[in-house]
């Protein structure tokens, strides 16, 4: 008997520090669904902030000190139905019940008038406290928009002194606890939105803080803290992701260096070719050469469908792009060994730092600038500024896997993105499934190589250096690596078909133009810098 009565009270304190509150504006709708932080924000002389905690970090109810610092996006579907149906609206009620929290919201604010019927108060006197149901009491349902709620007079009846009430157009229940949630309902008392869509299992009786100020203190900073905590987490893993993939670019162009010692081989097999492909059988998958240095025999692969002889320029052209493709491969490696210092200094970095949002901008600054994806870090230390749409978006949730993308994303000096198809099937899907019919399409000429696709606002041209910088990055990943100049083809993508039955990566075109373009070391290695992991 004695909780119940304390836990009562401490309803009641809540309920009168609220009851001021009623005909305020509802200015701001809020939450981090990471953390399960909901908070209202209101308007009536000064800024007020009811805030519920629903778990699964942090729980309880109370009035907030400020809005919290890291929450979620405009486009999160509890925050946009709770903006489209909730701010901008004058609160009606505020009850607070055995079961929860409930705040109705409505188009007019009531008016009080005075004895000659004028209005002197905008927000008026509040209406006497919502009753607290004790524990014995059964908790109603869903109450239809006829029924009036308890504690409230219905809104058809006009109370003396008061202009008729308007009629209820949103109604939110808030359920604290570690397992509780959000339901946002209709004038009419239909279901918007639950939050969590699974629904929750909400304790029977709610036990409400006796001093709603420290609580919502404690509310907002325990948020705040354990949302930081996510985001730092998640910058380590996107550093991490990082690092990992330098790695694996620094040991792929150390691998190609490392075949800079068969350029004598190669030129060897194509001059023994010259001299002995004519006794090589028409139509022969391999030939054993007499090797004149060693004394021994040399065996070589061949295409079936073309003279040996004629293959000896494959293997001097193979020869040529090594050699001319050595400037760019140390240049590449020195690059990436610098990067691969910056980034594991940014590691050390982000895990002595504290797990704050003005301390962890600065890091996702850096991991952004060290090709970190943005997708990944978005959102990172970004302070809300309190008004509607003012939060950041948000990054993914800990523990989702981002989907894997069929490209590659680079970017121009201009900062303008060039996407590059990853592989045969990739190719496909970047070309048919993510590039616009307006994007630009690119691709090396007569040779095999990757989709290149420039994204474009429909109706604009691509600008002249966005387009070297495609035709440089469609000549890298093509059979023409290491050649000085490449044709490359381009077009928008409308004019791509991808034919029925065709090979993975196998297009047609028309309506092309062509672009000779010469490759520079220095434009190349930029590009390549710039790579965002995918």
């Known amino acids: 008997m004695e909780d119940e009565q304390g836990s009562a009270a401490r309803g009641e304190a809540l309920a009168e520090a609220t009851a001021s509150w009623v005909g305020a504006r509802i200015d701001a709708a809020h ?15 000064a800024r007020r902030v009811l805030g519920v905690g629903i778990g699964p970090r942090v729980a309880g109810a109370g009035i907030l000190p400020r809005l919290p610092r890291l929450r979620a996006g405009a486009s999160h579907p509890l925050l946009a139905a709770m903006r489209a149906h909730l701010v901008g609206r004058r609160v009606l009620a505020i009850e607070v019940r055995g079961d929860g929290i409930a705040v109705i919201a409505g188009d007019s604010p009531l008016v009080e008038k005075d004895q000659e019927g004028e209005s002197f108060s905008e927000a008026g006197p509040a209406e006497p406290s919502p009753r607290l149901r004790s524990a014995a009491e059964p908790s109603p349902g869903l109450r239809s928009a006829a029924e009036p709620s308890p504690g409230l007079r219905s809104a058809a009846e006009p109370s003396p ?94 691998g190609d260096l490392g075949r800079l010692g068969s350029v004598a081989r190669l030129q060897k097999t194509g001059q023994l070719l010259l001299a002995q492909g004519a006794r090589v059988p028409r139509g022969a998958a391999t030939a054993l050469l007499d090797d004149w240095e060693t004394g021994g025999k040399l065996e070589v692969a ?26 760019v491969m140390r240049a590449r490696l020195a690059e990436t060994e610098r990067a691969l210092e910056a980034i594991a200094a940014l590691e050390a970095d982000v895990a002595a730092a504290e ?41 993914p949730r800990a523990g989702r896997v981002a989907p894997r993308r069929p490209f590659h994303a680079y970017r121009s000096a201009s900062g303008a993105a060039i996407l590059v198809g990853r592989g045969a099937e990739d190719n496909d899907a970047l070309t ?103």
């Open 31 to 45: 939450a981090n669904p990471a953390t399960g932080l909901v908070a209202l924000a209101m308007y009536a002389g």
């Open 355 to 395: 797990a704050r949002p003005e301390a962890l901008e600065p890091l996702a600054q850096r991991a952004r600038s060290l090709g970190v994806a943005r997708a990944e870090i978005a959102g990172v230390g970004a302070v809300g500024a309190g008004e509607p749409g003012a939060a950041g978006a948000r990054g």
């Open 161 to 254: 002194g008061l202009s008729p009430a308007p009629a209820p157009a949103a109604r939110l229940e808030l359920a604290p606890g570690r397992r509780g949630e959000v339901r946002l309902l209709d004038g009419a008392g239909n279901l918007i939105l639950r939050w969590p869509p699974q629904g929750s299992a909400p304790p029977a009786e709610i036990a409400y803080p006796a001093d709603p100020l420290a609580a919502g203190a404690a509310l907002v900073e325990a948020s705040d803290d354990a949302a930081a905590g996510q985001e730092k987490a998640a910058l380590a893993r996107a550093v991490k992701a990082r690092r990992a993939a330098l790695q694996r670019r620094a040991e792929a162009v150390r």
């Open 432 to 534: 048919t499934k993510h590039a616009r019919p307006h994007d630009l399409w690119l691709h090396a000429k007569g040779v095999s190589g990757s989709h290149v696709v420039v994204p474009l606002p429909k109706g604009a041209s691509c600008p002249a250096d966005v387009l070297v910088d495609a035709a440089t990055l469609a000549a890298h990943f093509s059979d023409a690596r290491g050649e000085a100049v490449c044709e490359v083809s381009y077009l928008p993508r409308r004019y791509v078909r991808k034919p029925r039955g065709a090979a993975p990566g196998a297009v047609v075109f028309d309506r092309e133009k062509v672009i000779a373009v010469r490759i520079e070391g220095e434009r190349l290695s930029r590009l390549l810098a710039t790579k965002e992991e995918s």
């Open 302 to 327: 061949l295409d079936p469908a073309r003279p040996a002889k004629a293959q000896a320029e494959a293997f001097f052209a193979k020869a040529r792009r090594y050699q001319r493709g050595e400037a």
